[in-house]
């Protein structure tokens, strides 16, 4: 099913986002 990859993509690229925004800015790890 193209929506279970499209959100299995989505919730990993938004956990990969959040630790990149962590290491660059830990002050602003609420983003």
Known sequence: ???VEID???SK???E???VMSL????????
Do not use: E, G, Q, V
């Open 13 to 15: 690229l938004d956990s």
């Open 24 to 31: 660059i800015s830990p002050a602003n790890t609420y983003m």
């Open 8 to 10: 299995a993509d989505l």
């Open 17 to 19: 986002s959040k630790h």
């Open 1 to 3: 099913w193209r929506f």
